[in-house]
């Protein structure tokens, strides 16, 4: 058996990450070029992903492009995919982990029964739609270079189980008071099935694809936010946002040549009871 340690190495490798500006994007940004991936750091903000993928490039010394794309356009998704191949070659791994809140947060965490549909309609256009058209042309591209390759979607602990509602009262983020809204849990529920289904559709082709599911992530919530959710993890805590990273890192490996169509946890627990 081969167990040896270069087989989470990602040497050689070219990885994009959608969403890679956000509080979790940068974190496995980091720690895929840290492990010796070549990278495309994509999001919206154009200034921002190209000052990050310098920061990133001039850190660990891997290939690193920033890439601005809106990934509800397919024509941008499309180029964005033609980019990365141009500037980098083949791809070998994707991080579709780009999700949205929507810019208007009262409409975002509006109570269920006033949510306004169009809101519905523009969280799905990114959390689902975007997943979609991603996979779709980086599937595309690997099926092209018939090499095989590694997608990890990153999809949510509501997205495999209802919240409990009870630890919302009192409780804000950013000031803000809080819930987690239907279409959040609707999104991240239908990456799990999207993922299956890819998982099984391209696995004659060597293509891997997995769900990487995290729980409850510290990052700026209120002191009894964060109270009441660590009662309900086994680990007593909420994570840490390079507490995920790991597992990212295996998924996009060759540590994890024979896992595929599978949800990846990382809750510290929640789910085992």
């Known amino acids: 058996m081969d167990y040896r340690k270069d087989k989470f190495q990602l040497i050689g490798k070219t990885a994009i990450v959608t969403g890679g500006l956000g509080i979790l994007g940068r974190r496995f940004c980091a720690g895929l070029a ?162 299956r289904h890819l998982a099984t559709l391209w696995a004659n082709d060597g293509i891997r694809v997995n769900t990487l599911t995290p729980g409850g992530v510290e990052s700026g919530q209120n002191e009894d936010f964060k109270r009441k959710y660590s009662a309900r993890v086994p680990l007593n805590r909420m994570a840490q946002p390079g507490e995920m990273v790991g597992a990212l890192v295996f998924l996009a490996s060759d540590a994890s040549s024979y896992v595929t169509g599978q949800n990846l946890v990382v809750d510290g627990g929640l789910s085992a009871w």
């Open 34 to 195: 840290a492990h010796g991936a070549d990278l495309a750091v994509v999001d919206l903000d154009g200034d921002a992903v190209l000052a990050y993928a310098k920061e990133l490039g001039d850190q660990y010394g891997t290939r690193i492009i920033g890439i601005s794309c809106d990934i509800t356009d397919s024509g941008a998704v499309a180029h964005m995919v033609d980019r990365v191949v141009a500037d980098l070659g083949e791809i070998a791994v994707l991080h579709n982990n780009a999700a949205w809140k929507s810019e208007d947060l009262d409409a975002f965490f509006a109570p269920f029964e006033e949510y306004d549909l169009g809101t519905w309609r523009q969280v799905m256009s990114v959390n689902l739609d975007g997943l979609f058209l991603v996979a779709q042309a980086v599937g595309r591209q690997l099926l092209k270079q018939g090499r095989g390759g590694s997608v990890i979607q990153t999809s949510s602990i509501y997205g495999m189980r209802g919240p409990d509602h009870r630890i919302y009262e009192g409780s804000f983020y950013l000031g803000r008071q809080i819930n987690t809204p239907a279409v959040y849990s609707a999104s991240k529920g239908a990456v799990n099935a999207l993922t």
